[in-house]
């Protein structure tokens, strides 16, 4: 069996299939999640328990490569501030656990247009959380910047996003030369790049906008 991985955000629309891809390449996988993603491979094992008590779990497995997928919009989180808590402050807490635990490599879930001093709430605390990664040390860190999501099955309905997806095919047509990277990104080529991404050696932090998630998806 090949290392030891854990991921968080594993019960949502990216988790799942990085879960599904990683499970079947042989990998040792382990979510840990606030809730069940109702996967059963011989080599998944879930972990379903409030965050607080995620560090617990995540020193205990010691994983050598740790995922993020975590992530919701403020609409769903309900305020500015609960969705800070999940795509930032929740983020780097497992990020900690897991760097403390033993990992040396980190792959996280952010978004395309990432801009630190944006006016944009939703970007500026994707780029406090990028930054706040690098701040920990990882050897190796891969930062996704996805576009739109496209595929999958979504638990969750949003008008505004269904939409998109609809239109996406016609929208994407537009998207040439440097603006390919806002053209949609098929989620599960994103999982399909994550999976390829785990057993990559070299150190330091990379970048991964859709023309880099494409081709490491093969």
Known sequence: MKSKIII???????????????ARNGYDV?????????????NLHEHVAPSDDWPAIVAR?????AISCLGTTIRTAGSR????????????AFAEASHK????????????????ASSNF?????????????????????IMRPSLLTGGKRDAHRPGEALGILLSPLVDRLMIGSMRRFASTPSHLL??????????PDEGVFIHENDSIRARAG
């Not at 497995?61 to 490569?65: E, G, N, S, Y």
């Not at 959380?129 to 050897?139: D, T």
Request: glycine share 8%; proline share 4%.
């Open 61 to 65: 497995i010691k994983p050598a490569v």
């Open 101 to 116: 635990a033993g990992a040396q490599h980190f792959i996280t879930v952010s978004s395309v247009g990432v801009i630190p």
């Open 191 to 200: 999982a399909q790049a994550i999976a390829a991404l785990a057993d990559t």
């Open 30 to 42: 382990h979510l840990v999640s606030r809730r069940p993603s109702a996967q059963s491979m011989p």
């Open 8 to 22: 968080a955000g594993g019960s949502g629309l990216v988790g799942k299939q990085v879960a599904d891809q990683m």
């Open 81 to 92: 501030a609960a969705f800070k808590a999940v795509d930032h402050d929740l983020v780097l």
């Open 122 to 142: 939703y970007l500026r605390t994707k780029a406090e959380m990028e930054q706040g990664l690098r701040n920990i040390g990882f050897q190796r860190l891969d």
